[in-house]
């Protein structure tokens, strides 16, 4: 179990890579508590399909799903920099935002679904580890993006719309590489 533990970590990676990103911004209390378990949920959804569904569906889509990633990272980056001197704005503004976001973040967990058959006949366990996971640390990625927006005050929302287009832009490498 301690490999699946390790799996849900990394797969929590890019929750909180965008969790410091949009933690930067004004956030209600309601929405720093929603945020996390949304993508919870997703992390727990996402595998438990990849598992039941696996290859076929990755046929019938033929898309690669680092370029939604992407596509979704640009555009929070850009809807971060349209709303950058709108303090009452956020770019996760409406349920539908969260969900996007949370689908963003827990595609590659759909992957590790297709795959889990391979490490564990725990599936269960398994996509409550990657939910726990993920939660926590996108929490936690919205705690310090909190903080570090406290610390380095009007600065911070470029902060937060470079994490976000950087994190777009390394999606798409990504594809080249592999």
């Given at each position: ?34 945020i ?9 959804i ?10 076929e ?57 297709i ?15 990657f939910?726990?996971?993920?939660g ?17 005050k ?25």
């Amino acid at each position: 179990m301690l490999s699946i533990f390790l799996i849900g970590l990394a797969l929590s990676m890019d929750a909180f890579s965008i969790a410091l990103g949009i933690g930067i911004n004004r956030l209600s209390n309601a929405k720093r508590l929603l945020i996390p378990i949304v993508v919870a949920i997703m992390h727990f959804i996402m595998p438990l399909l990849g598992n039941i569904l696996g290859d076929e569906l990755l046929n019938i889509i033929n898309i690669h799903p680092k370029l939604i990633v992407s596509i979704i990272l640009f555009y929070l980056s850009f809807m971060m920099f349209l709303e950058r001197k709108n303090e009452k704005q956020t770019i996760i503004s409406s349920f539908a935002s969260i969900l996007l976001m949370a689908f963003s973040v827990s595609i590659d967990s759909f992957s590790v679904g297709i795959g889990l058959s391979g490490l564990t006949d725990k599936h269960l366990l398994s996509f409550l580890i990657f939910s726990l996971c993920s939660g926590c640390i996108t929490h936690i990625g919205l705690i310090i993006g909190k903080y570090s927006s406290k610390l380095l005050k009007d600065k911070a929302i470029y902060l937060g719309i470079v994490i976000l287009f950087m994190l777009g832009v390394v999606n798409i490498c990504q594809i080249f590489i592999d």
